[in-house]
């Protein structure tokens, strides 16, 4: 790297990049802790107090969350589903950063325009952005959306590891997060294979009464992921063993180590790259 824009960088960041990225971190922290605090309480979503009904199922006017684990005899989301549902402080802490940050990716979208740029705004890394924002804003929709609030938790977990102040950590952090844009044409190959081998299997119990379909998929996973196979997925079927066995070694010997032989080679490679890699992202 040029010692000249690696300097720029150095003065930039210290004097003020540094101090956003620590304010997000901390924002994400502070945003996980609410999400544990919540949940732990069973108020991740709650019946809104405003809705002219009662607050609980039981009618006794209590704030039932929609993950409550209180032995009642009605359900906790039947609370939900049956009055207007509304969510709780981190809920409306997550909604509240989503719009701050899809504020702060309308300017850095501008900032590209200004600068006669505006098409590398569009990337895979804008992308993610994006969506990251678009999911916890989601919540005002679909406050009680299971499907919702496991991305919104599996998102801000995995913002703790978006940090760039720590120097030896982020630059071995970073090849490992690299790593799942590499393994694309891997995971491609290998969801084609078991999408056969899961047809395959289907249409062997759809052709045969004798064996079941149900939970295809899932026997299809345990048999290529795990090597178990339920007897009854396989008893009195002999094309099916012969299928089971082929394809869990041909799974297990050849996809498993095109993986590792993937995941070894792009690791050396970015962890070669890493210096660059991390004055990139400070960039």
Request: hydrophobic share 50%.
């Amino acid at each position: 790297a040029n010692p000249v824009v690696k300097c720029l960088l150095e003065v930039a960041w210290w004097n003020g990049a540094m101090k956003v990225d620590l304010v997000q971190l901390m924002l994400s922290i502070w945003a996980l802790t609410l999400l544990i605090i919540d949940t732990y309480c069973g108020i991740l979503v709650v019946s809104n107090p405003h809705s002219g009904l009662s607050n609980s199922a039981d009618g006794n006017g209590s704030n039932l969350g929609a993950f409550n684990g209180t032995a009642d005899a009605t359900p906790a989301h039947a609370s939900v589903s049956n009055h207007r549902a509304a969510l709780a402080t981190s809920g409306d802490f997550v909604m509240a950063r989503a719009v701050v940050d899809f504020v702060h990716e309308f300017a850095q979208l501008l900032g590209y325009f200004l600068i006669g740029r505006w098409k590398d705004y569009f990337d895979w890394g804008n992308a993610y952005d994006l969506i990251r924002c678009a999911l916890p804003l989601l919540l005002f929709i679909m406050p009680d959306a299971r499907l919702v609030q496991m991305f919104v938790i599996f998102l801000y977990w995995m913002r703790l590891l978006e940090f760039n102040f720590w120097e030896s950590m982020s630059r071995e952090l970073m090849p490992i997060v690299s790593l799942a844009r590499k393994l694309f044409p891997a995971s491609t190959l290998a969801s084609i294979f078991f999408l056969a081998i899961m047809h395959a299997y289907y249409v062997l119990g759809v052709l045969d009464d004798a064996v079941s379909t149900d939970d295809n998929l899932w026997n299809t996973f345990q048999s290529l992921f795990t090597g178990n196979c339920d007897d009854d997925f396989c008893r009195n079927d002999n094309l099916r063993r012969i299928l089971t066995y082929g394809s869990v070694i041909l799974f297990s010997i050849f996809f498993l180590n095109i993986f590792i032989g993937v995941i070894g080679e792009n690791y050396s490679i970015s962890k070669t790259m890493s210096p660059l890699m991390y004055q990139n992202a400070r960039a």
